[in-house]
């Protein structure tokens, strides 16, 4: 098989650095281990722009999903409810998971491509008093949407509510004051923008909530409280068998990410590639799905009207030749997904962009697309594009690995 990076959301392609600290089986209960343990744990406090004293960080076996549902139903009690705020697949989980473990909530959705309102959410907090937690989703992974959590949360504050966040998708990559915007449970996982591989979530969360969830657990192996009173009596031991290669792939991702110039050149490096995508893929008749909240992360595309594409066929051509591309997420609409984050540059985005030309080219569809008579014509018009985009690069973007 060929080797292919991966425009996907998360997993996505990591350094051979932090894969060959998985060549390591490294014991679980030593010093040396639960001192890198502690020391994700502490790095993530301070990447969150949170004072270690009023907030912690808990590591929880398993997917984001399991980091998420860990926090739902960890710390909303059963005479508490939460407020649902949805407008993707990821907020559409988070009622599963209320579902699933009979956690009382109430819905207020969105469609797809628009936001939830703060001033919504103050109106149906303050015509239910019985609501104690707000839930949302950050990057909404689904369309590629970016949610303004800073006013909800605001909101939410205000009212004397808990906030939840799930910024699985943007932590590492959007910078997010975390205590300053009253955020109580941020959640996140290993294999997003911090660039390590799947195996763990984490929450960044405020110590007196976390307090005051004690009990409320409707499940042993996700009991937030629980796992982090392991956590800290055990001082960096993991309550139930850590995934210890994972954990030493993500010390090693953490690392990087600080030589590198930490979360701002990750976060400008990520917000380049995604101009650069958008950028070059209209020139091919590429329109994005959303006209407005268009994050830094992923960006889901529109078909070129009057062209005929076949997603699989587009999608094998594409691998064959070193990216693997996402289908879209969209029920009611045609699309496909192309994430930028991880180990993915500028060089990266022109190649896999050229690819698409390409492919078009090769499948007869150019002209229809985006009316360019030949491939020579698609490329230099895309490079047309891209080129104000480049030129504007801030200097801690480097533009190729
Ligand atoms: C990736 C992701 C998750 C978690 O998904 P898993 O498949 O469980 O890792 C949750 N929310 C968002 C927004 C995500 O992007």
Not at 32 to 43: H, L, N, P, S
Not at 346 to 353: A, F, K, L, S
Not at 374 to 388: F, I, P, Q
Request: net charge negative.
């Amino acid at each position: 098989m060929n080797d292919y990076k991966l425009l996907t959301p998360g997993p996505l392609t990591t350094t051979r650095t932090v894969k060959e600290q998985m060549l390591f089986d490294h014991c679980t209960w030593d010093d040396d281990y639960k001192a890198i343990t502690q020391r994700i744990r502490a790095e993530l406090v301070e990447l969150a722009h949170c004072d270690p004293s009023h907030y912690t960080a808990v590591l929880m076996q398993g997917s984001g999903t399991f980091g998420v549902e860990s926090v739902i139903t960890s710390v909303v009690g059963k005479d508490e409810k939460v407020l649902l705020c949805t407008n993707g697949a990821y907020g559409d989980r988070q009622v599963k998971i209320c579902e699933h473990a009979g956690v009382r909530y109430v819905r207020y959705a969105e469609p797809y491509d628009c936001i939830p309102s703060a001033a919504r959410v103050a109106e149906l907090l303050d015509a239910d008093p019985t609501i104690t937690h707000v839930s949302m989703i950050h990057s909404e992974t689904t369309s590629g949407l970016l949610n303004d959590i800073e006013d909800v949360a605001r909101v939410a504050k205000s009212r004397a509510r808990t906030v939840i966040v799930d910024a699985m998708s943007s932590f590492g990559g959007v910078d997010i004051p975390v205590e300053e915007w009253g955020i109580d449970f941020l959640v996140s996982s290993a294999n997003k923008c911090i660039q390590g591989v799947p195996g763990f979530s984490f929450i960044i969360a405020n110590r007196d909530a976390l307090e005051a969830s004690r009990g409320k657990a409707r499940s042993l192996s996700l009991d937030l409280y629980d796992q982090w009173r392991g956590l800290e009596d055990g001082q960096g031991k993991w309550r139930y068998t850590s995934p210890t290669h994972v954990v030493l792939a993500f010390a090693k991702a953490l690392d990087e990410m600080r030589a590198k110039g930490g979360l701002p050149a990750r976060a400008a490096r990520y917000a380049l590639n995604n101009r650069l995508i958008i950028a070059r893929m209209a020139k091919l008749g590429f329109s994005t799905y959303l006209m407005d909240h268009q994050g830094p992360i992923i960006t889901t595309f529109l078909y070129p009207e009057g062209a005929d594409f076949d997603f699989a066929d587009m999608y094998a051509f594409i691998k064959e030749r070193g990216y693997a591309i996402y289908p879209g997420k969209l029920t009611d609409e045609e699309t496909f997904r192309l994430g930028n984050i991880g180990e993915i540059y500028v060089d990266d985005i022109e190649r896999v962009t050229t690819l698409f030309a390409e492919y078009m080219d090769a499948r007869g569809l150019l002209e229809a697309a985006c009316g360019a008579a030949d491939l020579a014509e698609a490329l230099a018009r895309m490079d047309a594009a891209g080129a104000d985009i480049k030129a504007e690069a801030p200097d801690n973007v480097k533009l190729a690995a």
